[in-house]
């Protein structure tokens, strides 16, 4: 019974010991790999090259409408868009879908999707090193891979490393 409770107590001590914000797993500054660049049109024609964001955090996120965990983070990445734009960061989405916009542009209505989405093909995926959905990327302000997540994002942790990339961004740029 004392062995349960001082357990008990322990547990709940380290709960409270635990950091409130999520622990970042960004690849250090200087560990940092270009991303690929890339220039293809988004649903209403304009063109969308990576390479034009530089100076910007960019989530970019390879997603398709048929899968499950991808339409759980797109309306994550439409509340980043707003809340993060003023401050420096572009989302962007790479749609695999085989059909095209034929899949993507009802889906892009009916969500209302607030940033640019273009559709790629599994050549360009292989180019960033993605073989599965739903694959994230946050790309710093130098245009260089800070991130790269498999699977669906923890969505606390990867906004705490958007905001991360915002800060270190504005401080290198500060520094110069």
């Known amino acids: 019974m004392i062995r349960h409770t001082f357990a008990r107590i322990a547990f709940v001590a380290l709960c409270f010991a635990l950091p409130e ?3 970042s797993d960004l690849t250090t500054a200087n560990s940092r790999k270009a ?3 890339f220039s ?8 969308v090259k990576l390479s034009a964001y530089k100076g910007r955090v960019v989530l970019l996120d390879f ?3 048929w899968c499950e965990g991808c339409k759980v983070e797109i309306p994550w ?3 980043f868009q707003n809340k993060y734009r003023g401050g420096g960061l572009s ?7 085989e059909d095209g916009w034929k899949s993507v542009k009802p889906f892009l209505e009916e969500k209302k999707v607030n940033y640019p989405v273009v559709i790629g093909d599994w050549d360009l995926a292989k180019l960033f090193g993605i073989t599965a959905l739903p ?3 946050l790309i710093d302000r130098d245009g260089k891979i800070a991130d790269l997540h498999a699977g669906m994002v923890d969505r606390g942790a990867f ?5 991360i990339l915002l800060k270190e961004s504005t401080s290198k740029k500060a520094a110069k």
């Open 77 to 79: 990445y439409m509340e």
């Open 91 to 97: 989302v962007v989405g790479v749609s695999m879908d």
């Open 135 to 137: 694959v994230t990327l």
């Open 159 to 163: 906004e705490h490393e958007i905001q």
């Open 63 to 65: 997603w398709a409408t």
């Open 35 to 37: 991303a690929s660049d």
């Open 40 to 47: 293809l049109s988004d649903s209403k024609g304009s063109s």
């Open 21 to 23: 914000k999520a622990q």
